[in-house]
Every structure is written in structure tokens, then in C-alpha cells.
């Protein structure tokens, strides 16, 4: 007998007799498959040692922590039922940028705690290709892999410090990052998929020793990694896409996750498509000199004021402004565009920005807070030459949307019957302000869902409910991924998107009366 839906079960093993004279390991063996309704579970050796004592000095009941890779389930250990020894996850986030380790109680299913920290990769180059380059160097590839497996330990431990737990209470580690990420973690070059035919090493790293990936936890532990279907499209999308469910809906959806490049995935339980394309560097600072990843200091939230008409910031922790974030840069051009600062071309309005436009070596600039007010003693302000680039990046992000929703799908956008949006950035933005300005569709307001960190999300899943073990394999295996065509068609509909919000204003119908 077992109980239990997790990766624990309390188990309840035959005794033997003399008409029942069965090892106890193929007790053991029977009770676990026919309660897991299997027919293959792997017991490794170190759980036979000591299985004969153990298992009657329990009085043949245990908790049994298991789990599974795609060919059967695991045994991992075997504890006493009346110990209260806490049995737990960590789910991964492995961002390029920033990581996030959640602390799983995996009994109860219960987050415990969370903790995020730089991406200690960075610290060798900022962005993915400057980290593959670095690890085709002699022992680039083992530096970036130490760093970063030296950051998941330090963070791990000091969670579980705080929380009153060991880290040998951890037995299982989810991951889910982009393809490049998640090969740098397990030490996996990767130089070849930078180079055509862009071919990343492994699409279904499936289960691994977390020892032999130097995971400092239980010495029974195992870790898995969110599979690919690619180079562009990593585990952290599909985690998102567990995550939103949208393997399981009734009616299509729609799921966009904004970094450095825009990730889309459409369908619903009978089909998915999916694509990857540029259209974020702006938004996460790849471009633009104001653009920073979210942190105290940070502007956020950009507004118009109802009485006075002037601008109005938000920052994280309430702090002085440092600088704006990928949704404060959204907010912001949408308030510019409906306050009529910027016209619908993008360009400045020196009539309606008055003195807060200035010129910095032969740019208009349109300063948002000055030095007076600025937590760096400099003003911060967005330059024509970054409002460009926002205008490129919003005009991609809806053409993207019009190709995949439209030409690929065969749907029109106002047939989604929820819109994703997912990741750090998709923490932040506010829908009305990407409407505004044209970077997504206009659609009623309660058709979008933030999802906020969707690959956590995604990994907290699997520790949760063994049943998203093969949902996450069918996902990978139903995905239609497509390359953006950026042909003459492509062009034209880009060039039409470039305006505010849309050189077709139909399209926005709730800006009626706006500029």
C-alpha cells in the first residue's frame, strides 16, 4: 500500500513469512509498482545495503522519495516513517541575467522560500554569444560551469540556512533556462550553436546525478533540465508553457515572452506553433543607455497625471531614480505619445515637450528626472536615438505577433482567448501602455494574464505533480516551431507597425481620439 500523488510516498511493504518468503527488495519493488501503476522502477544498490534492517527496524513502513527519466522511475531513498525527516526541491530559473532558486517542500508541495542573484556569468560577458565565445577558449568552458554551479550551491545552501533546513534535505533540482544556459550548467560546449546549422548538443538532457553535475546536495540526488526544441527555443519556454497550461486549453492562446528576443508560442491542447525573433534589446538594455534590469532605484511605472498632465515615476523600493526598466520605457513613450510629446512617426515635439527637451551632442533628449532629482547626479533622459530603437523593437514585436497569430495560425487576434505575456519583463508591464504605443494587440484588457517568472513557475510545477513529467515531454514533442520569413511581406508589415501605434489605426480602436 502507498499514499500519496508526489515524489514522497508513505509505503507500507508485505512481511515476510514462510509463505511469503519473497527478498525484500522485490517487495519492495512490487509495493512501488503497483501504487506508481509501472512497470519499471530502478532501486540502486546503495538503497539494498542496509534495506533488511532498515525496512524492520521501521516495521516495514517508509517514506519513499522517488522520481523518474524517460525510461522508468527512481528510488532515491528510503526514510523512516516517523523521523520527520523534511524531504525537499529547488526549482531553477537559470537566467541569462538574473537566476532565481526556489526551496520546494516536496511532502506538502509548498514554496519554503526564494532567492535570487546575478547570473555570476556575467561577470565574463553579458549576453549569451560573448559566454559561448569565452568557452571555446581553453578552460573558458569549465570557468563559466564552476561559477555558476558555485552560485546554485552558495544559494541553496544559504536558503536552507535560513529556513532551518540542511542541504542534504535537498534531493531533487529542476532547471529550466534557454538552451545555451542550461548547456553551460551542465558543462556542455557549445560553440556549435552559434555556427550554421545552428545545432545546440542535446534537446532532452532528461534526468542526471545532480553529484556528477557537482550539485552539492543530498548524496541520493537527482536533477533535471527543461528540453529544448532547439537553439532559439529553450527549456525556459517550455516550462512557461506548462506553466500557463497551454498545452490543456479548450480554445487558442496566446504566450509571449520579452527578453532579448521575443518568444512566442500560440495553440491550445490540439496544436502549438512557435517562433523566436529580435525584438527586445531595447527593452532589457541591450540597446538603449537607460534601458536596466529591474532593481531598487529602478524606474518601473511611468504616468501621466489626470489634474496636472505632467509625468508621474514609480520606482522600485521607493528609492531615488537610477535609471528605467523595460516597462518603465513602455509606460514612458506611451505617456510621451498620449500627452502628444512624440508624434505618431516617433520624433520628438519640441512645441509640446517644451524645456524638457534638450540637446545632448546634436540629439534631442527628453529628460524624464534631472540631476537635482536623480539618485546618480545625473539626469535621466531618453534620447531620439533610444526612442528609435524602442519604436524598432515595439514595431518587430507586433509584426512577429501579426505573422505568427495571422498568417501562421490562420486566426485573428481577437479569436485568442487569453494573451501570455511571461518572463521578468512580463512582470512589469502594464498592457495598456504596450497597446498605446502599438507593440501589442488591441484586445479587451481581461484577455491578458501576467505571468510574471514563468520558467520558475514552470519548474515549481514539476516538483509539485509528477504528472507534468510527461506533459513537459509531449509539449516538446507537439511544438511546430517555424523560422521568421523576413521577406518583402514581412518589410511591409514592419514599416506599417514603425508608426504610433499603427500606420492602420483601425487596428486600435480604444485610441480613438488620441493623437
Not at 532498515?54 to 528510488?75: T, Y
Not at 513602455?330 to 510621451?336: R, T, Y
Request: net charge negative; aromatic share 8%; charged share 20%.
Amino acid at each position: 500500500m502507498m499514499a500519496g500523488k508526489g515524489f514522497v510516498r508513505t509505503i507500507s511493504v508485505d512481511t515476510p513469512s514462510l509463505n511469503n518468503n519473497t527478498a525484500d527488495a522485490q517487495r519492495l519493488e512490487k509495493c512501488l509498482l503497483d501504487e506508481l501503476k509501472t512497470d519499471k522502477i530502478r532501486i540502486p544498490l546503495s538503497m539494498l545495503k542496509k534495506l533488511p534492517s532498515n525496512i524492520r527496524q521501521w516495521g516495514f513502513k517508509a517514506k519513499a522519495v522517488v522520481f523518474k527519466d524517460r525510461q522508468s522511475w527512481i528510488l532515491l531513498d528510503l526514510l523512516d516513517q516517523e523521523s520527520g525527516m523534511p524531504v525537499l526541491g529547488a526549482a531553477i530559473d537559470i537566467g541569462t541575467t538574473r537566476m532565481v532558486i526556489s526551496l520546494m517542500d516536496l511532502e506538502t508541495g509548498h514554496e519554503i522560500g526564494q532567492k535570487g542573484f546575478d547570473n555570476p556569468q556575467a561577470v565574463i560577458g553579458p549576453d549569451v554569444l560573448a559566454r559561448i565565445h569565452y568557452s571555446n577558449k581553453n578552460s573558458g568552458l569549465k570557468e563559466l560551469n564552476d561559477l555558476v554551479i558555485d552560485a546554485v550551491n552558495f544559494n541553496m545552501a544559504a536558503l536552507c540556512k535560513e529556513h532551518g533546513f540542511q542541504k542534504q534535505d535537498i534531493y531533487l533540482v529542476v532547471g529550466a533556462g534557454n538552451t545555451v544556459m542550461t548547456q553551460l550548467f551542465l558543462g556542455i560546449e557549445s560553440i556549435e550553436i552559434i555556427k550554421e546549422p545552428y545545432i545546440p548538443c542535446v534537446n532532452i538532457p532528461d534526468t542526471l546525478s545532480a553529484g556528477d553535475l557537482n550539485l552539492d546536495i543530498n548524496a541520493s540526488g537527482l536533477a533535471f533540465f527543461f528540453p529544448n526544441i532547439g537553439s532559439y527555443f529553450g527549456g525556459d519556454l517550455i516550462a512557461g508553457i506548462l506553466f500557463s497550461g497551454l498545452d490543456q486549453k479548450q480554445d487558442p492562446c496566446i504566450m509571449v515572452d520579452v527578453g532579448t528576443n521575443a518568444e512566442i508560442v500560440v495553440g491550445y491542447k490540439d496544436w502549438l506553433i512557435a517562433c523566436a525573433g529580435a525584438a527586445g534589446p531595447a527593452l532589457e538594455g541591450g540597446v538603449s543607455k537607460m534601458g536596466m534590469t529591474a532593481n531598487p532605484g529602478v524606474i518601473d511605472r511611468v504616468w501621466i497625471d489626470p489634474d496636472s498632465k505632467n509625468l508621474r515615476i514609480h520606482t522600485i523600493g521607493e528609492k531615488k531614480p537610477v535609471g528605467i526598466c523595460g516597462s518603465g520605457m513602455i509606460d514612458l513613450s506611451a505617456s510621451l505619445f498620449l500627452s502628444k510629446k512624440i508624434d505618431i512617426t516617433g520624433k520628438f515635439s519640441k512645441q509640446a515637450c517644451k524645456d524638457r527637451l534638450v540637446e545632448k551632442e546634436g540629439v534631442p533628449c527628453f529628460v524624464l528626472v534631472d540631476e537635482i532629482h536623480s539618485g546618480t547626479g545625473k539626469a535621466i533622459s531618453l534620447s531620439q536615438v533610444d526612442l528609435n530603437s524602442l519604436t524598432s523593437s515595439k514595431a518587430a514585436m507586433y509584426t512577429i505577433l501579426e505573422v505568427i497569430v495571422k498568417n501562421t495560425a490562420g486566426l485573428e487576434f481577437k479569436d485568442l482567448q487569453k494573451f501570455y505575456v511571461a518572463g521578468t519583463f512580463g512582470s512589469f508591464i502594464r498592457p495598456e501602455s504596450a497597446i498605446a504605443i502599438g507593440m501589442l494587440p488591441d484586445i479587451p484588457m481581461e484577455k491578458f494574464e501576467v505571468l510574471g517568472n514563468s520558467s520558475l513557475g514552470g519548474a515549481k510545477l514539476l516538483l509539485k505533480n509528477p504528472d507534468a513529467f510527461e506533459r513537459i515531454m509531449k509539449i516538446r514533442q507537439s511544438i511546430t516551431y517555424i523560422e521568421l520569413n523576413v521577406n518583402q511581406e514581412f518589410m511591409n508589415m514592419f514599416s506599417g507597425a514603425k508608426f504610433y501605434p499603427h500606420t492602420d489605426r483601425s487596428l486600435f480602436p480604444s485610441l480613438k481620439g488620441f493623437p
